[in-house]
């Protein structure tokens, strides 16, 4: 069984780096044309770069789009000045991609949002984020709702640790931040096939749901 998304148009933001870059590669790797959602078009190694600076405004490539992954985000500690565009970028700018996708795409599209385990749990000093990506995890259930009727799926990725520019500063040198039943913090290709996963028919009669990536360290 082999998943296939060729015809399949995707934009996936936040794709310079990290998990967007490694979810625009497995989605390209899978037959999807890509549009790599960016603020400079230089940074972008694949897909066809779509500039966007999602702290101002939220736009889309021309249509007909199929894939839609909302995976720019920020994760800064609530006394951050770029707390005020943390909330720009986590949830408005994901609610005004997802309603502009949804205006444009044909039964059989998918929107996946990329949370995090914090949306769960809580983190101190970044209640600002945890409450950012809860918020995500309930747009992505009410649009499940909203939209299923016309063909369009809308799940969520939650991962934990992973090992990206923006963690790696955060994580110990040697040995784990925390226990982890599967004894390491995630790369970003372990959050990217969950993603394609969730974009293929393969599952096709999954929407609404938070997909938990993060090694077994949060179960609820």
């Known amino acids: 069984m082999r998943i296939d998304l060729a015809g399949k148009r995707a934009l996936v933001t936040g794709a310079t780096r990290g998990i967007g870059l490694a979810i625009a590669r497995a989605l390209e790797a899978a037959g999807a044309e890509v549009f790599a959602g960016c603020r400079s078009a230089t940074d972008v190694t694949v897909g066809e770069p779509f500039v966007c600076d999602l702290s101002k405004e939220a736009l889309l ?35 005004d991609l997802c309603a502009l996708f949804a205006g444009q795409a044909e039964p059989g599209s998918s929107i996946v949002n990329i949370s995090s385990r914090a949306s ?43 090992v990206t520019d923006m963690t790696r500063e955060a994580l110990p040198n040697n040995g784990l931040p925390e226990p982890i039943p599967l004894g390491r913090v995630a790369e970003p290709d372990d959050v990217a096939g969950p993603v394609v996963f969730l974009c293929s028919t393969l599952a096709r009669y999954v929407t609404g749901t938070v997909l938990d990536v993060n090694g077994g360290s949060y179960l609820h």
């Open 61 to 95: 490539p021309p249509a007909p789009l199929h894939i839609l992954v909302n995976n720019a985000g920020l994760w800064v500690p609530d006394d951050d000045p770029l707390a005020a565009d943390m909330w720009q970028v986590n949830l408005k700018a994901v609610t």
């Open 120 to 162: 769960h749990r809580g983190e101190a000093r970044y209640a600002g984020y945890a409450a950012s990506k809860a918020a995500v995890n309930a747009l992505t259930k009410s649009l499940a709702t909203e939209l299923g009727p016309k063909g369009i799926r809308v799940n969520a990725v939650a991962p934990g640790w992973v």
